[in-house]
């Protein structure tokens, strides 16, 4: 038991680590104070795709693959204490994820487009 604890409390400690390491990397692209209604830079789409998307993917493959051991585990003994501690880092790793879309999103201004006119043959 003491065994499972430990491997348990390690596996929080890693996932507190990657929400906090995911957080820190995604303010780079976050809004700045004024800038508000600005586009942003020409290479956040490749950042967000190849630095965090793969950063969460990694996290989802390891704690989808946490998850089947916990319900092997929560079959076999009946205690669920396992099952609520995956559902308590799941709702960690979404709350990141809604922090890191709240901030980081952009409305961007009209003055910024570009104003397109059709002329349509009467």
Same mark, same amino acid.
Request: hydrophobic content about 55%; glycine content about 6%; overall charge neutral.
């Given at each position: ?5 430990c491997r348990s409390?390690?596996?929080?400690l890693l996932n *507190? ?7 820190? #990397? @995604?303010?780079? %692209?976050? =809004?700045?104070?004024?800038?508000? &209604? !600005? ?10 795709l190849f630095v ?21 585990? *929560? ?7 396992? #099952? @609520?501690?995956? %559902?308590? =880092?799941?709702?960690?790793?979404? &709350? !990141? ?26």
């Amino acid at each position: 038991m003491r065994h499972l604890l430990c491997r348990s409390s390690r596996w929080i400690l890693l996932n *507190v680590a990657g929400t906090a390491a995911y957080l820190q #990397l @995604a303010s780079t %692209l976050w =809004v700045l104070p004024g800038e508000e &209604g !600005t586009p942003s830079g020409a290479g956040d789409a490749f950042y967000w795709l190849f630095v965090l998307v793969s950063m969460l993917v990694v996290f989802l493959a390891l704690n989808s693959a946490a998850l089947f051991f916990i319900v092997r585990r *929560v079959r076999a003994s009946g205690n669920k204490v396992s #099952l @609520a501690t995956w %559902l308590a =880092v799941a709702a960690l790793w979404v &709350g !990141t994820v809604t922090y890191d879309h709240h901030r980081s999103f952009r409305v961007i201004d009209p003055q910024y487009g570009i104003e397109v006119v059709l002329e349509l043959d009467a």
